[in-house]
């Protein structure tokens, strides 16, 4: 089954989620902020789509870390950490497709089709 991550008040979150129910996707929802950010789960996020594109540079958490946290994000272990302590700062949301081998991170309509064929 497909595995939707995010925040449930996260409007981006909240799209994808509709999205998912239009097109009629079956899906679980796991809350960063009930469930925690699952750390096996991280490690292959890690790998792919990749550090890069999980941390989620644009938005507030980001802006609030203070400028040495910030700086000390350059690879994945570093990010790893990060993520863990400051579960919003992740790129939202993750999805878990039903295949099992890929994973994508924000909301992207054009892309998702290909998921759901």
Known sequence: ????????NCDTVKRARAWLDEHGVAYRFHDFKK???????????LKSPGWEALVNRRGTTWRRL?????EAVVDAPSAR????ANPSLIKRPVVQW????VVTTGFDAAQWKSHVV
């Open 66 to 70: 203070d400028e040495a946290t910030r």
């Open 1 to 8: 089954m497909t595995t939707l991550y995010g925040i449930p």
């Open 35 to 45: 469930d925690g950010v699952p750390a096996s789960e991280l490690d292959r996020w």
């Open 98 to 101: 039903n295949d099992g081998a």
């Open 81 to 84: 950490a990060v993520l863990l």
